[in-house]
């Protein structure tokens, strides 16, 4: 694997910043659009269910089935990046819209009544308050999904475009297992960096939930 390493590095470096973006852009998009959907979920009552539902029905959709579909529908060339950043996009919004409205539920009512006593508009109370407390839920949901995320963009390589994936689908239609051992390892340790990366994004931001935690313990 090593001396694989030494000759494909270029390659494999390739695949791999390709492989970076490709998970990572989708996750930016779909927390910025899950954000106010979520809050939307929260704040008329009515929407919370279809909002679920939806989520639900987009999640399930085969992630291969819809990197086939979105060039038809965008008008995308197959091989083209953009239809895995959307379909991934799509994922992350399913993904998350559910939890970041159920991040903003968990806020005790009290805490958002003391708030508006003490003379927090909507908007203020949202980002001061609503959104700290909720913050735990929500990065928790970001971290499941960067983490599926750079799962699914190796199921590109089956249309052409996968990151590291393209590396599996090379090692099998030469029935040569090093480049096989590469993407997984290199997956699986990406994978643990944007999830390590996220917690210690979480500790920093939330240093009140390690405090309840320990107190608690």
């Not at 819209?97 to 949202?126: E, K």
């Not at 971290?143 to 995320?149: D, F, K, P, Q, W």
Request: proline content about 5%; cysteine-free; overall charge positive.
């Amino acid at each position: 694997m090593i001396q694989y390493l030494n000759n494909n590095s270029a390659v494999v470096l390739d695949a791999l910043q390709q492989h970076i973006w490709l998970a990572l852009l989708p996750v930016l998009l779909g927390f910025a659009i899950a954000l106010p959907l979520g809050y939307l979920g929260v704040r008329f009552t009515w929407l919370y269910h279809p909002l679920v539902n939806t989520s639900g029905v987009l999640y399930s959709i085969p992630s291969l089935a819809l990197f086939v579909f979105l060039p038809v529908l965008l008008g995308t060339k197959v091989l083209s990046p953009i239809n895995i950043v959307v379909a991934l996009t799509i994922y992350t919004v399913a993904l998350l819209a559910r939890t970041v409205a159920d991040g903003l539920r968990s806020v005790d009512p009290t805490v958002t009544q003391a708030a508006t006593a003490m003379g927090y508009r909507r908007f203020r109370r949202l980002i001061d308050v609503e959104l700290p407390v909720a913050l735990p839920v929500i990065l928790a949901g970001l971290r499941v999904a960067t983490v599926a995320n750079i799962s699914l963009v190796s199921v590109g390589a089956l249309i052409g475009v996968g990151g590291l994936g393209q590396l599996f689908t090379r090692g099998f239609q030469l029935f040569y297992l090093e480049p096989i051992l590469v993407g997984i390892i290199l997956s699986v340790a990406l994978a643990g960096i944007a999830d390590l990366v996220i917690v210690l994004i979480q500790r920093a931001v939330t240093p009140w939930a390690r405090f309840q935690r320990g107190g608690t313990a």
